[in-house]
């Protein structure tokens, strides 16, 4: 049974980097042709993508986030790594990761609370 978990932070000052990882169990992350993706949802908004690392390696984000992210996998780990830098209030929410192939996702993980907050 393929299965993604989400572990992070919780609280966060601001203008810190976040760092939260999706532990994947049940396949390799590096088995064609299924990517990771990262997505997160402020309170009492929308779920936002955020960029995603395929099974080959290379990663991609959006350009709303820009370069305050960075996706990174560990393959002896089977882990997927997203790094948000600066983070603000703003960046309040809970964090999903989710396997997707060919922009249809078919998992997901139970997601992790971020709270960013003096």
């Known amino acids: 049974q393929v299965q993604l978990q989400e572990s992070g932070p919780g609280l966060v000052n601001p203008s810190q980097t976040v760092l939260l990882t999706c532990t994947v169990s049940g396949v390799s992350i590096t088995t064609p042709t299924y990517d990771y993706m990262w997505f997160r949802q402020a309170p009492g908004k929308g779920l936002e993508w955020m960029g995603a690392?395929?099974?080959?390696?290379?990663?991609y984000r959006s350009p709303t986030l820009g370069s305050r992210i960075s996706i990174t996998r560990d393959l002896s780990a089977n882990q997927v790594t997203l790094r948000l830098f600066s983070v603000t209030p703003e960046d309040t929410g809970v964090y999903y990761c989710?396997?997707?192939?060919?922009?249809?996702?078919?998992?997901w993980g139970q997601g992790t609370l971020v709270s960013v907050s003096t």
């Open positions: 690392m395929k099974f080959a390696g290379n990663w």
């Open positions: 989710a396997r997707d192939e060919n922009w249809h996702v078919d998992l």
